[in-house]
């Protein structure tokens, strides 16, 4: 089991930054896939990073996913914002590799975070 924090969110304008920081219980950390998804108001939930360094096209270039095994915590650094970059973003951790995108492949998630981006 491994439950999942993030912290980060908020208002930020059109190609401003923001880092999102998402920290995990447990002393396995290291051993789970880590990812970020987000779900914008009447859309599905969506994948956008994972910690193998795939990445959604939409954010490509613009966001980095890393991870800190020694504080049991995984960033999203999101630059050059956008306002569809606007959603709730969601830590997940997963312990068999698969398919990424597919939200339901995913064992645990976070409570999410709002990002809010102004044009």
């Known amino acids: 089991q491994v439950q999942l924090v993030e912290s980060g969110g908020g208002l930020v304008q059109a190609g401003g930054s923001l880092r999102l920081s998402c920290a995990a219980s447990?002393?396995?950390?290291?051993?789970?896939?880590m990812g970020w998804f987000r779900q914008a108001p009447g859309k599905e939930r969506e994948f956008v990073a994972s910690?193998?360094?795939y990445y959604a096209d939409s954010v490509k270039g613009r966001f980095t996913i890393s991870r800190d095994n020694a504080k049991n915590t995984v960033y999203l650094q999101m630059n050059s914002l956008k306002s569809e970059d606007t959603a709730v973003y969601y830590c997940?951790?997963?312990?068999?590799?698969?398919?990424?995108?597919?939200?339901?492949?995913?064992?645990?998630w976070g409570q999410g975070t709002q990002v809010t981006v102004s044009s």
């Open positions: 997940a951790a997963r312990v068999r590799p698969g398919t990424y995108y597919n939200p339901s492949m995913w064992d645990y």
């Open positions: 910690s193998s360094t």
């Open positions: 447990g002393r396995t950390f290291s051993t789970y896939i």
